[in-house]
């Protein structure tokens, strides 16, 4: 007799038990980001020194047609947790396992406390261990189901809905109950069309609307990989990867490269991220609205080409995690030619882009909330958000949405506000935004060449250098006291008018003083205050009124 009859696997299943047949084989799952080992799943391998290894779809149903799967799977969560304990103690971690429960299990009297004590043994935290339930396990509506789900979930374990979309009641199954993670059956990446990416596109966007993680098995190549990264499939696992390997492979492959396996730190730093979805029109919103728990506004039309990134900010640098296509396009039209220049700008910290980038990604990370900018550059009109998705105590992962316009009509729009605003500017010889919290100035327009004196290391150098360089010298000290930077921005904010006002005599344009108005106004909305530093030229008979009252009543310009 052997592995070809069933019978086989019933009489010699004790044996296999008590010799060791019976092993756990793990295939490890990968954070599609990152690219890192987040998980392996434990599955169950028979194998004999004489016959080998027994397919898993012969030994498996025979077990549970012969009420011998608990046994077994109780087996496999014990090696697993053996193993978890073994690496515990070599500091090669992997944080989390997954192991299968069948339907017999719940029907069996001390389920819950069999699976927790043999957690106990081990020393195994309970959200090291996630649990797969089949969809058609979940279809099970038996009170004895409910109760030891529920339990499981109390108790801390993380419930992963296996084989989605394989049954025939999976959104009934989402509406009765409770999982952290659907994944989704390979028959979906099956012949790889362009109506199964668009339905597996679709069911993500549908999880993540959900607030419910996503992962895919069955990963074969290279285009499925980038196809499901693309879409925000968080957790990717398949041959494309590995296939399901011994406790010693595994071993093995944490040990070629411990910065390949996720840490702890990183798992809830990622986990946080996982809920962006890559495939909504509205993913900052949408994170924000799940984070406030607003049911009602989570159903969205599913488009393509969302102009989303991912970039994890340091002290010192910007790397971008993901790019949308969508995304590289929007920056290409704002004069970037790859990512890699919007880092290195990022890092050098001189340009303009820099200063606006800086301050509303700083915003966004200690604020929490979406950050807005509307700017033009050039011929074109573009919109920016910015949302803190996770941070750590030295990084933080932000979220870019940088959307194209929809319609020709909002490009018209948009040119229209470009050319008046830029108008507008240009009735001004300098503009200029005071940030006082942050201690910097940023230089919106500059009629002439100038140093860029907005690029100081702080606003009082700022204002002194320019002063310096540009005020005539007569009027140099009155130019300082009137953006006094120690009682400027109580004196706007005191004005009944919202702003202050002084003329002085600047070299913009050539080497003679000509008369200026300089104007300090409050244009602050919420959050950190903004004022606005407006110079613009003094013409007409005006230049005579001023040059008569500084010569016969200078009093009156202070």
Request: proline share 3%.
């Amino acid at each position: 007799m052997g592995y070809n009859e069933e019978n086989y696997f019933i009489e010699h299943f004790s044996e296999a038990l008590e010799k060791g047949y019976i092993q756990a084989f793990y295939q490890p799952i990968y954070r599609s980001v990152t690219k890192k080992i987040m998980c392996a799943e434990a599955l169950a391998r028979w194998i004999e020194p004489d016959n080998g290894m027994a397919s898993p779809a012969l030994f498996i149903p025979a077990l549970e047609k012969n009420n011998l799967i608990f046994d077994l799977d109780m087996e496999v969560l014990r090696q697993t947790c053996e193993l978890y304990q073994e690496l515990k103690s070599r500091g090669t971690l992997i944080n989390t396992f997954s192991v299968n429960l069948s339907r017999q299990d719940f029907k069996h009297k001390d389920f819950y406390e069999k699976v927790v004590n043999t957690l106990e043994r081990y020393d195994v935290p309970h959200n090291a261990i996630n649990l797969e339930i089949t969809e058609s396990l979940m279809m099970d509506e038996t009170k004895v189901f409910s109760e030891t789900l529920d339990e499981f979930m109390k108790a801390g374990f993380s419930i992963w809905m296996d084989d989605f979309g394989s049954g025939y009641s999976s959104l009934n199954v989402l509406k009765d109950y409770n999982f952290d993670v659907m994944k989704f059956d390979m028959l979906f990446l099956e012949n790889f069309s362009m109506k199964g990416r668009r339905l597996l596109a679709s069911l993500i966007n549908m999880a993540k609307t959900l607030g419910i993680h996503t992962l895919s098995e069955g990963v074969e190549t290279k285009e499925q990989q980038e196809f499901l990264s693309s879409v925000g499939c968080e957790a990717l696992q398949g041959y494309y990867y590995s296939k399901p390997i011994s406790k010693s492979s595994l071993i093995e492959l944490i040990d070629e490269d411990i910065s390949n396996v996720e840490s702890f730190e990183d798992r809830q730093y990622w986990s946080k991220i996982g809920q962006l979805n890559f495939v909504s029109t509205r993913p900052l919103e949408e994170l924000t609205e799940m984070e406030l728990d607003d049911d009602d506004t989570r159903i969205h039309k599913l488009e393509g080409g969302i102009p989303l990134a991912l970039a994890e900010i340091t002290k010192k640098s910007m790397k971008f995690a993901y790019v949308s296509n969508a995304y590289l396009k929007s920056l290409k039209r704002l004069g970037y030619n790859n990512i890699e220049e919007v880092e290195q700008e990022y890092t050098d910290r001189r340009s303009d882009q820099y200063l606006i980038m800086k301050k509303m990604i700083d915003d966004a990370i200690n604020k929490g909330d979406i950050q807005k900018l509307e700017r033009g550059y050039k011929d074109t009109f573009f919109r920016v958000s910015v949302k803190c998705i996770a941070k750590t105590t030295d990084r933080a992962m932000i979220a870019l949405y940088l959307p194209t316009f929809d319609s020709e009509n909002e490009i018209q729009n948009a040119k229209r506000i470009l050319k008046y605003s830029n108008s507008l500017f240009e009735t001004y010889e300098v503009v200029v935004l005071f940030y006082p919290e942050s201690d910097i100035a940023h230089r919106i327009h500059v009629s002439s060449e100038l140093p860029e004196y907005d690029r100081e290391a702080s606003l009082e150098k700022s204002v002194y250098k320019f002063c310096e360089a540009q005020v005539a010298s007569v009027d140099q000290e009155r130019y300082l006291k009137f953006l006094n930077l120690d009682n400027v921005f109580q004196r706007v904010d005191e004005s009944p008018k919202g702003f202050v006002q002084g003329f002085f005599r600047i070299i913009l344009n050539g080497d003679k003083p000509v008369w200026h108005s300089v104007r300090l106004t409050n244009i602050s909305s919420e959050g950190e205050r903004v004022y606005l530093l407006t110079i613009q030229e003094i013409q007409g008979k005006e230049v005579e009124c001023f040059e008569l009252i500084s010569r016969e009543h200078p009093e009156l310009l202070e």
